[in-house]
């Protein structure tokens, strides 16, 4: 099922940019989470993060977020801090089980409802991993905006008056 009312709103939102194969998504999850740890932050959660390009050659651009306590942080140069981060406008769609198989599934569902609807993708696929080791869930959402309708045009008549 489609949630077509949802978003992401989160505060203290440190994040991070990586290219990487997407065989080394665990590794990469990893290390993002250690450097966290590095800089002394305390976690909130969830973690979170999106799929900035179509994935070709099987190489992943992505941005990795993850609330913190802290409402402000010294990082690195690698790291973004974000007071605020707010997406409205979202779809969504909840993978409980199968997560590999699933993900493609519900992208296709998520994209084709874009379609059908006639509605603009606005943003680029984002994961919100959820749950706990003894029901783990993902969230896959992608941002939308409605198409603009055209404007009518002036008629001959109206010029003239």
Not at 55 to 74: A, K, V, Y
Not at 100 to 113: G, I, K, P, Q, W
Not at 128 to 156: C, H, N, Q
Request: aromatic fraction near 14%; include cysteine.
């Amino acid at each position: 099922m489609i949630n077509s009312n949802d978003a992401i709103r989160y505060t203290n939102v440190v994040s991070r940019k990586y290219r990487f194969h997407y065989r080394e998504m665990k590794e990469v999850i990893a290390d993002f989470l250690q450097e966290i740890d590095r800089q002394k932050a305390t976690v909130k959660g969830p973690l979170f993060y999106s799929i900035n390009n179509v994935p070709t050659e099987e190489w992943i651009n992505g941005e990795f977020f993850m609330p913190i306590e802290e409402d402000e942080l010294l990082l690195t140069e690698q790291f973004s801090f974000h007071s605020y981060f707010s997406i409205e406008s979202m779809l969504s769609h909840c993978i409980f089980t199968h997560f590999e198989a699933l993900t493609e599934v519900s992208y296709r569902m998520l994209l084709d409802f874009i379609e059908h609807q006639q509605l603009i993708q606005t943003t680029p696929i984002f994961h919100i991993l959820s749950g706990d080791r003894s029901l783990a869930y993902v969230y896959i959402k992608i941002g939308y905006a409605e198409r603009r309708k055209p404007e009518p045009e002036e008629s001959e008549h109206d010029r003239s008056s």
